[in-house]
């Protein structure tokens, strides 16, 4: 499912128009990545925590050559699932 596939789902669900829906999650996107570059985590009760996670520079290969190279530091995102979508993914 893309973005707009969800768009058109929630706004479905909500009654409301697909642009609104759009702006909403546009939004939230906006909100959670700035959340995150500030080093804090986003944790949506019963669906999940997003947390920043800091690579560090390491030694990689390039798989086209094979040429050794340096892969530089970054921050990336790490998920961990809540109980309620584990428990909803896992039915009992």
């Keep these: 499912m893309n973005k707009t596939e969800l768009a ?3 706004a479905s669900r ?3 128009t697909v ?3 759009l702006q909403f999650l546009n939004t939230m996107n906006e909100v959670v990545s700035e959340t995150i570059s ?3 985590s986003v944790m949506l009760q019963n669906f999940g925590q997003y947390m920043p996670w800091k690579q560090v520079a390491r030694p990689g290969r390039n798989p086209r050559t094979g040429e050794d ?3 530089s530091k970054r921050i990336s995102v790490k998920f961990k699932p809540g109980k309620g979508l584990i428990k909803k993914l896992n039915p009992q």
């Design 8 to 10: 058109k789902e929630i």
């Design 14 to 16: 909500m009654s409301t």
């Design 38 to 40: 500030q080093n804090e």
């Design 69 to 71: 190279c340096m892969i």
């Design 19 to 21: 642009s609104e829906t």
